[in-house]
């Protein structure tokens, strides 16, 4: 298996959880701290699947957070100009 470049993510295999991990990269905060986000699925092909999903939506544009986003939030992110 090859190594990933920088910015394209893992997956793997998490013992403590059971269960394998996603994890993406979807740039840094205001602090320079960077922003990772974290899907967790049954399977390693789910999981590349979930993989595929971050980048599309850091590439897209779209959040990647919580679904817990509040009305402020929504309607910031819907208001920025293209």
Not at 53 to 75: H, V, W
């Amino acid at each position: 298996m090859s190594k990933r470049s920088h910015n394209e993510g893992s997956v793997y295999f998490d013992n403590s959880r059971n269960c394998w991990t996603a994890e993406g990269s979807a740039g840094y905060d205001e602090t320079g701290e960077r922003k990772r986000v974290v899907r967790r699925r049954k399977t390693k092909t789910a999981a590349v699947q979930a993989l595929k999903q971050i980048e599309r939506q850091i590439d897209d544009g779209l959040p990647t957070g919580s679904a817990a986003m509040t009305i402020s939030e929504l309607l910031d992110f819907t208001s920025k100009p293209s």
